[in-house]
């Protein structure tokens, strides 16, 4: 690693490590890639999941028990996709704070 040094115009110097901006450009892209692509994907299963669990719902026929296991599977879904969602933003957050621009 070595120092890059800058000389402002009020004589002031600031440097950093040339190795901390090769770390930093590599988390963001990895966080630009396949976490990203990851986020999606599982948003696409959580809404199958949901159109599947609504499906039972409605094809339980007045039985408790499978109207009972669809809603429990619709309510996690539901929750997952929240999940999903507040992960996705943390990652936004996360890339903005290291790169100055959320995309």
Known sequence: MNWILRVNVGGQVSGVLNG???IKSNL???SGGYIST???LA??????????????????AGDDGKAKKAK????SAIFGLIYILLAYGIVRLVRLVLTGSPT
Do not use: C, D, P
């Open 72 to 75: 429990e599977g619709l309510r």
């Open 28 to 30: 963001v892209s990895l």
């Open 38 to 40: 990851v986020l999606v």
């Open 43 to 60: 948003g696409v299963l959580a809404v199958v999941y949901i159109m599947i669990a609504g499906f039972n719902y409605l094809t339980s």
């Open 20 to 22: 901390a901006f090769k």
